[in-house]
Structures are given as structure tokens and as C-alpha cells.
């Protein structure tokens, strides 16, 4: 069985694609999402699990996928909920 050296990477990138070579735990995978984010121009924002956002040119919509209320900016949007907001 060959063991990998200790400095082997756990992602490799080539042009637009990163590929990991295992499973990374939570703190590494929003590490990782926050730098391809900077590294492209992409926003990033930190959000309660279960939560999605999706911006128009006018609105901004709030989806909560939780079975309970969850809070985000100020807001609380209830469970299996939506909020919107203008821009």
C-alpha cells in the first residue's frame, strides 16, 4: 500500500476546474468556496444552512428549505418560508 506524501495537495487546479482528491470537512470546504469565489469575482455570503438566496435586477428573494423559522439580516423567514425584498 503506498502512502502519499505529507505535503500531497487535496486540490488541483487546471483553468476553471479544481479537483479534490478526498472529502473536506466543513471549515475546509467554505475556505475553499471563499477563495474560488475571490479568485473569480464571485460574491460569497455566509447563510444558515438550509437557506438560499436568489437576486433579480429588482428583488431579492430569501428561500428558507428548513422545518423551522431561521433568521438571516435581520430577518426571520418561517419555516418552508419566503421572503422578498426590493433591492
Partial sequence: RRT???AAPAAMTAGP????GGWLDATAR???????GAETGVETTEMPEGLRRRD???LRILLNYNPEPVTFDGV???AAGVHI???
Fill in 4 to 6: 502519499p506524501p505529507a
Fill in 30 to 36: 467554505k475556505a475553499l468556496r471563499r477563495a474560488a
Fill in 76 to 78: 426571520t423567514i418561517p
Fill in 85 to 87: 425584498s426590493p433591492l
Fill in 56 to 58: 433579480t435586477p429588482r
Fill in 17 to 20: 476546474l479544481t479537483y479534490l
